[in-house]
């Protein structure tokens, strides 16, 4: 079974600050690893995808995340945060042995202070 | 751009009613999803379909049944609403195979159950 972890709940920063949210998954093979974004009262967005080769892959609006095999995490960054970047983010974990069924972790609200 | 629809943004019931939630997705996706969205809970699969007419019981499909008779369209219907599917219902659609398999939102439906 695959699962997924945001230790995170809540996290406070100040704009222009950095950002890294944390992610830990759990699964037995190579997974197939998402950030979305929600905004307030709006469905997800992708923000970015692993599914293989290079472990820094690069997503829309300035996001990066890291897969680390050996501590199973898929940590999501931004060098410098916006006010706009005020959202609550998803990690999920999926895998192509379960017909696209991906796993959400619980979500991390993110505030943004001037 | 993929397009996921639902039919309701917001929608108040009464108990005892049957509800039916719309989603229908334009880009030809075999994989369909419901999930609902409560604070702290994060996303739970409902319900899951790979093709027509063929669906799959997710994490918490209690209280819900769905239907897809054309490839577009996943109905989510609630055949008796309580108030605890209070929630915010949220239907998703993704390709199979390849590195396709991210997840595209509908808006979400905010259902009060009173």
């Known amino acids: 079974a695959q699962s997924v972890t945001q230790p995170d709940i809540h996290i406070t920063v100040s704009e222009g600050a950095s950002l890294e949210l944390r992610c830990n998954y759990s699964?037995?093979?190579?997974?197939?690893l998402f950030w979305y974004v929600q905004s307030p009262g709006q469905g997800l967005q992708l923000l970015l995808k692993?599914?293989?080769?290079?472990?820094l892959v690069q997503g829309i609006k300035g996001f990066e995340a890291e897969f680390k095999r050996s501590q199973s995490s898929f940590n999501l960054r931004k060098p410098s945060v916006h006010w706009s970047d005020a959202a609550e983010y998803f990690c999920a974990v999926g895998n192509n042995t379960n017909a696209g069924k991906s796993t959400f972790g619980d979500g991390t609200t993110l505030t943004v202070k001037p | 751009d993929v397009k996921v629809t639902q039919s309701s943004r917001y929608l108040v019931k009464r108990t005892g009613e049957k509800v039916f939630l719309e989603c229908v997705q334009d880009m030809d996706h075999e994989n369909m999803f419901w999930y609902r969205q409560d604070p702290g809970l994060g996303l739970r699969l409902i319900y899951f379909?790979?093709?027509?007419?063929?669906?799959e019981k997710g994490d918490i499909p209690e209280g819900y049944s769905v239907s897809r008779e054309k490839k577009e369209r996943f109905s989510l219907i609630l055949e008796s609403a309580s108030t605890n599917q209070t929630s915010m219902y949220l239907c998703?659609?993704?390709?199979?195979?390849?590195?396709?398999?991210?997840?595209?939102f509908g808006p979400g439906t905010r259902l009060t159950v009173t």
């Open positions: 998703a659609s993704s390709l199979v195979g390849g590195s396709s398999y991210e997840q595209y």
């Open positions: 692993y599914f293989s080769g290079d472990t």
């Open positions: 379909s790979y093709d027509v007419k063929m669906k």
């Open positions: 699964y037995g093979a190579t997974p197939y």
